[in-house]
Nanobody, 123 residues
Framework: QYQLVASGGGLVQSGGSLRLSCGAS????????VGWWRQAPGKEREAVSC????????DYVDAVKGRFTISRDNAKDMVYLELTSLKPEDSAVYYC????????????????WGQGTQVTVSS
């Protein structure tokens, strides 16, 4: 089973921005819908955003709508998550995974959880 690897996290001040990247080896991401999830200490993993294989449809949970932007470059087999107007409550480890389908309100990871990337937002 393949895993996706998230990168690009870091420490930023409240209101700052980061760009996360998601890539994989052994699988061609452009065939799959891809989603982003995050997990804060002591909390369950929660869905953040997803996009279809073409990138034509993008979904966001209410907590990040208007602040985060998901995109993909299928020529590079990469998926990105642009985080702007960051808040301390956005601090978490961010993960990406393939999905069977990107459907609003129904996020199910199809790939095993791989390496996440830590985002820390200071107030």
């Amino acid at each position: 089973q393949y895993q996706l690897v998230a990168s690009g996290g870091g420490l930023v001040q409240s209101g700052g921005s980061l760009r996360l990247s998601c890539g994989a080896s052994g699988v061609s991401l452009h065939y799959y819908a891809v989603g982003w999830w995050r997990q804060a200490p002591g909390k369950e993993r929660e869905a953040v955003s997803c996009t279809t294989s073409s990138g034509a449809f993008r979904d966001y949970v209410d907590a990040v709508k208007g602040r985060f932007t998901i995109s993909r470059d299928n020529a590079k087999d990469m998926v990105y998550l642009e985080l702007t107007s960051l808040k301390p409550e956005d601090s978490a480890v961010y993960y990406c995974a393939t999905m069977g389908r990107c459907i609003s309100g129904t996020y199910r990871a199809a790939s095993d959880w791989g390496q996440g990337t830590q985002v820390t937002v200071s107030s």
